[in-house]
């Protein structure tokens, strides 16, 4: 039997992906720029393995046997990264006919909505590219993408770009990175996990009745987003948060503005995620200049990129204005530990009141996590399979 | 003394007005249409009178007295109706130097973002025009516009159009009737009344911001809007229920997509609203067809245009939907009377149920009005003031 174990991260889109051109090899309306997430504090984890004595292929997710034969994303990931170990030519260490088994799990919650499928796809790819012994290339990230489109740029740390291609076969639709997790270390996130009721639709069909039906998206994807991808890449190369931070938000708030343009509309933002916002920007109205920005995805959950140097006091600060009864609790402030400091509300006894004070309870936890680098192999004794079987739950 | 009275509708965009290439003499970046609400359920209503004893112009809204100098917009009404009285040339029944005294009410609740000021300028500017002896015509809308944007489409009843002109001085941005009240005497609305925590932007500087920082305004304005405004014309002439809905849904999702695309973001709708709008769909797809169509302007509540025989099947669903305390309260459904009519969630035991019920009590109110015609002037004894002096509260 021969295995493979690797964790691959999150990424966070900066500038956004939604709209397909081509939905069964999954080649967008326009590129999309995102930042990977450390894998410590989120990542998926796969193992797969091969073996003469297995029957058939066989893929368990969190435990649960999920069906193989049926999930034409898997199979499709499974095919390509084969057909690359072929192309390679080399001597391979064992018959591509064997069957594999596949264990994948996430170290953080499913439901969520924080892009599970985006990390879990890049593992997979990754994984088998081990496997097969296949290197870590555009090539690759073509693979990636048809599992989950995002998935592509979680195959590199830092910040990455995944380019929308104009070939029709999707070869040039490829992601590469734009620079390493270390060229901007002390760039950290907070994701402010928002305790939500409301019905979603998942963003596969979201984006493809935007396409459909949205009379904006076309516009937005000739003529805005390069224009901002290619703003977005001098800030990040000069560190320039203040511009970051701008082009960000505005990404932000379009994709939502395009989800609702949408018929029927799509909305994945509440009330508690318009109170982020409103937050977002009170904060940064207080500190004078942008230290702060917010990006949603597909679902209700705020995602903050902050320096390292100013995660203290707007930890401080999102706790007076979120008030929860677990705030102490480390089931509620997960990840990177922070150094508490003392921040007051209004600038004064006969001031107005900085931030608007939430309900309390409207955030479910808060995770504190930070810029990452791509995936990485580890050893066998990390598998999750024994004997060609998933370890117990 | 002289003196007129008179009311004037509230009127509610299906092509939405939302952005101005001319602040001072608001002039929009596109054209909208409305239809007129009737007066019985929503108006306003102004009595103004002109006397030599006078000492100063003078204004009271609801009983309290406001500034009039500083109210440039008031002033500018006043100015514009006396110089169309100038224009006119008639022997004056009184001389334009006379000042004025003015007594302004709405019957409806002013601070649930329901186009008060809508009404309230139209109400102003037609009563004037009724004291000074100047006919309704296109010239007195462009008074009214400068008053309140979508004042000048109160002026008309039934389907109004206020086009956007192109000329600087903005003497061909008016309004205009595309058919009276009497071409659709079936189409009624149901205006669900949020109950609404949420700190608000005014419209006015909301669509300031999105015309200075949204991406996608000018393309709506250009390119999205003309198309609606041509198919809307047809499926009104056409008394095209489906069309109407479709655009009218349509229109509605974008302007707050707009806001949403705006920077800082602008939000008016809330989770109860994106409910009404969830509901919306729910029941047009039980119905098979579009019986129902959502607008929301600047604000939270749900304005649902919905044919007069089914006014009752519907307002049943949505007393299921949205249950309330107060349901059978007078308080709570205010205008016109549905006679009740049963409905039951589901199509039978072993379905899935049709209506996502919501929490209870996140409806105020709900008020049942349809179609109308425009202003109309009222005799002396329905007048607001004694002696130059508004009644007391």
């Not at 799990?105 to 499913?110: G, L, M, R």
Request: charged share 20%; hydrophobic share 40%; glycine share 6%.
């Amino acid at each position: 039997m021969f295995t493979a174990t690797c964790v691959a991260p999150v990424n966070m889109a900066l500038v956004k992906y939604w709209g397909k051109r081509n939905e069964e090899l999954i080649l967008p309306i326009n590129d999309s720029i995102s930042m990977t997430l450390d894998a410590n504090e989120m990542c998926a984890k796969t193992t797969v393995a091969a073996s003469e004595s297995f029957k058939e292929n066989r893929m368990w997710l969190n435990g649960d046997e999920q069906p193989f034969q049926a999930n034409a994303r898997l199979q499709r990931c499974l095919d390509g990264v084969q057909r690359l170990a072929l192309a390679h030519g080399g001597a391979h260490r064992f018959p591509l006919s064997w069957k594999v088994h596949i264990a994948s799990h996430n170290n953080f919650p499913t439901a969520a909505g924080l892009a599970s499928s985006a990390a879990g796809y890049a593992c997979l790819v990754y994984t088998l590219a081990r496997l097969y012994d296949v290197p870590l290339d555009e090539q690759l990230t073509t693979i990636a993408r048809q599992g989950s489109g995002s998935a592509c740029r979680s195959l590199y740390g830092g910040f990455v770009q995944w380019q929308r291609g104009s070939s029709a076969d999707g070869s040039d639709s490829i992601a590469v990175q734009l620079s390493p997790a270390t060229h901007w270390p002390n760039m950290h996130m907070l994701i402010l996990v928002v305790n939500d009721a409301r019905k979603k639709t998942g963003s596969t069909s979201g984006m493809q009745r935007a396409v459909e039906t949205s009379a904006l998206i076309q516009h937005r994807a000739t003529q805005v987003v390069p224009q901002r991808s290619k703003e977005l890449k001098v800030a990040i190369e000069k560190r320039d948060f203040n511009a970051f931070a701008t082009i960000t938000m505005k990404e932000s708030n379009q994709l939502h503005a395009i989800a609702l343009d949408t018929f029927p509309p799509c909305v994945y933002m509440n009330d508690v995620s318009h109170s982020i916002v409103n937050f977002v920007h009170e904060y940064n109205e207080e500190a004078g200049s942008l230290h702060v920005a917010y990006t949603f995805d597909a679902g209700p959950n705020g995602c903050l990129y902050v320096l390292d140097e100013h995660v203290p006091h707007l930890l401080a600060a999102i706790q007076l204005a979120f008030p929860n009864d677990a705030q102490q609790s480390v089931e509620y402030l997960k990840g990177i530990p922070v150094p508490a400091v003392a921040v007051k509300n209004g600038f004064g006894e006969n001031s107005a009141s900085v931030y608007h004070i939430n309900a309390r309870n409207t955030l479910k936890y808060i995770i504190h996590t930070k810029i990452g680098e791509g995936p990485c192999q580890l050893g066998d004794e990390k598998s999750l399979l024994i004997d060609g079987l998933p370890l117990p739950k």
